[in-house]
Each structure stands twice: as structure tokens, then as C-alpha cells.
């Protein structure tokens, strides 16, 4: 993962190449303090893998990670799908693990870390391991794009040899499914990536001049300053007027398509905007503040046994159903799915408190007008 101090951070290339002013924006209104759970989580597998692939020992479910995590099976699987990739795709040749680029061809404050790359035979392998939920892309993915500027400036690659070099970029997202897998790839040649080398460094300079602009899009839900961004609340105000027009007309096929994409553009602009604010109240409230109609509550964790995996193992084995995972039991929420009732599931795990969320109160004024 990218270095906190690098102010054009490659992991958040898709934002400031479409917003330059999202740099300047987000310095202004960074992360409130407080974990991450979702974030935390991602550090810990990619920390499994890490350890995996430098060939120190597996860590093992109940462990705890660097950053004060404890790992759970889930983790370990989904490091293991990036794993098993990254080594078949690599078949014994030197892997560069969590490497350090600085990419200067893009700008001198543009560094980071990859997870990983290879170079096998003309082929310059780079990997993304992603634990999140949010589908991400290979193709044309500003991130990978600029690993690959890091790497190839780290090699010292000619024009001629960008012309023999094809750049196969990997991202594996073993979780949320995809109907090609967990593991997707985009192939290009070296050199038809030198247009967009250029594209990020004129992004890259554009974001750290004076008086950058900034556009609303998709990668606002990126950005920790959408709460306090004059350009997203006019695009989610103009989108309320648009819905709340009145258009008592039959549409043809073209029109309905082009609404359509209208009205999700504006949905998405909306969700941006929510979570911002949402972020923005839970700090509020965290400090001593006080958001009218809204309060803090703690969420539900995931369940964690509470007895040892003998006991776990004896119990799937009076209810006619293998509950191992070895040398483990399988999670909780994976007996559920294999029929153990909810009853046996109360008795025997325990969901953890997690961060607290935002929940709207009954009592205030405030809540009885949006609900009545």
C-alpha cells in the first residue's frame, strides 16, 4: 500500500486524474480519526499474502496481524487466491514483493508500494490484491498504470525494448463475485502505456498547481472532502430538481436509455454525497457535538465461536454435519449456510461489537418531519 506522506498516491490515481482539485480538497478535510474495520481487514490479508510469498511461515487463523487485527479463515482464503495466482503465473521466476517505486516519470511526489511484480520473459507482470467488496477493473486502471511508470522508470526501459514488452496487469478480488473470477487481467504493450504515462503526469501537475478544478463523478465516493465539495452538492441539488420535474410523456427506447444512465448518474452523486455527511456527523458526535435527530450506535460484528474447535467439531458431528476447517472450525456464518440452527448459533458464537454507525433518533423535530 502507498506511503501516507505521498501527496499523488497511485491506489488514489482515479480520483485526481478525473479531480485535480481532489488532492488540495482532501488535505483540507482528511480521514476523521478512528479505524477503518473494512480498511483494517485489507491490511491484514494483504499481510497474509506478503508473508506467504516471501516464504515465511503462513500466519494462522487467531493470529494477530501488524496492525492489531486479528485473523479470521476469511482472510487467509482470499490471501491464498492471490497467492496461488500470483506463483502459477510466476512459475518460479523472482517475484518483487511489496516493492517501494518512486515514479518520477509521472511527478517527483508521486511514490507508492505494490503488491507485487515479475518480469518473465517479455512479459512485465504487475498485481493488485483487492479484499474489498467494490468491483475494480484492470482495464485502464489509473493505479496499475502508474505502478507500471515505477517499474518500467525502475528498469531503465528503452523505447525500443517498450515496443517488445507486452504489461500484463492482474488484480485479484477473491470476495464479491464476477463473472470472470476472481482474478482478472488487461494486456497492453509497454509502449502504447507511454500516452497514458503523459495523461497522468498532466493530471499530476494540474492537481498540485494553483486553484486546481474539480468534477463530481463516480470517484467521489473515494474522497474524504465530498461532504464539503461545492461542485458534488450542486451536481446532487440539480439532480433533486431533475427528479422532481414532472414528465407525463410516453419515452421512446432512446430517450428511457438516456435517462436512465441520467438518473443512476444521479443516485450515485447522491450516495457520494451521504456517506461524506454521514462521516462528517459521526466525528460531530464523537468530539461532544450534537447532530440534531441523530445519534452513534454500535454495529454487529462478525460471529466468533466461543468454545474450542474440539467442541465445535463434536457438535457438527451430533448434527450430522462436518463443521471442520482444519485445525480450525469453519466460521459461524459458514455452519448457517450448512443448516446448523440459529438456536445452537446463539449458544455457541458471539457477535463482537463493531465501530459505531449513525442511526436517525425518534425525538426531534427534525426526524418527525422527514418521517411523517
Known amino acids: 500500500m502507498d506511503n501516507a506522506h505521498s501527496r499523488l498516491s497511485p491506489s488514489s490515481a482515479g480520483r485526481w486524474v478525473a479531480c485535480n482539485g481532489s488532492i488540495t480538497m482532501c488535505e ?3 480521514e476523521p480519526p478512528g479505524r477503518n474495520e473494512a480498511a483494517d481487514e485489507g491490511t491484514a490479508s494483504h499481510w497474509i499474502a506478503s508473508e506467504t510469498l516471501e516464504g515465511r511461515p503462513a500466519p494462522t487463523a487467531g493470529a494477530i496481524a501488524p496492525n492489531g487485527i486479528t485473523i479470521d479463515l476469511e482472510m487467509i482464503e482470499g490471501a491464498y487466491v492471490y497467492v496461488d495466482a500470483v506463483r502459477h503465473a510466476a512459475g518460479g521466476v523472482q517475484l518483487q514483493v511489496e516493492s517501494r517505486l518512486t515514479i518520477g516519470y509521472i511527478h517527483p511526489e508521486c511514490f507508492g508500494t505494490t503488491d507485487c511484480w515479475f518480469v518473465k520473459g517479455n512479459e512485465l507482470h504487475v498485481w493488485d490484491y483487492k479484499y474489498g467488496f467494490s468491483i475494480v477493473d484492470p482495464l485502464e486502471n489509473w493505479q496499475m498504470i502508474c505502478y507500471t511508470a515505477g517499474i518500467i522508470q525502475q528498469l531503465v526501459l528503452s523505447g525500443m525494448d517498450d515496443q517488445q514488452l507486452d504489461v500484463v496487469m492482474h488484480i485479484v478480488q477473491p470476495r464479491p463475485f464476477h463473472l470472470l ?20 503526469a498532466d493530471a499530476a501537475n494540474k492537481a498540485l498547481a494553483p486553484n486546481p478544478q474539480t468534477a463530481s463523478g463516480k470517484h467521489c465516493i473515494y ?11 450542486k451536481s446532487c441539488m440539480a439532480g433533486i430538481d ?6 407525463p410523456e410516453m419515452l421512446s427506447a432512446e430517450a428511457l436509455a438516456i435517462e436512465l444512465r441520467v438518473i443512476q448518474r444521479i443516485k450515485n452523486l447522491l450516495t457520494y454525497r451521504e456517506t461524506g455527511l454521514t462521516a462528517q456527523a459521526e466525528a460531530l458526535i464523537k468530539s461532544g457535538g450534537l447532530v440534531p435527530g441523530w445519534t452513534l450506535q454500535p454495529g454487529q460484528g462478525r460471529a466468533n465461536w466461543t468454545c474450542t474447535a474440539a467442541e465445535i467439531f463434536a457438535l457438527g458431528d451430533l448434527m450430522g454435519m462436518d463443521l471442520r476447517a482444519e485445525p480450525s472450525a469453519i466460521t459461524p456464518a459458514q455452519a448457517k449456510k450448512k443448516g446448523l440452527s440459529a438456536e445452537l448459533l446463539a449458544t455457541y458464537s458471539k457477535a463482537g461489537d463493531t465501530a459505531m454507525k449513525l442511526v436517525q433518533t425518534t425525538d426531534s423535530l427534525a426526524s418527525r418531519v422527514f418521517t411523517s
Open 28 to 30: 483540507q478535510f482528511p
Open 181 to 200: 473470477g476472481p482474478h482478472r487481467t488487461w494486456r497492453v504493450k509497454a509502449a502504447d502505456l507511454r500516452n497514458r504515462f503523459g495523461q497522468l
Open 223 to 233: 474522497c474524504s472532502a465530498r461532504h464539503a465539495c461545492p461542485t458534488l452538492q
Open 242 to 247: 431533475y427528479v422532481g420535474v414532472a414528465l
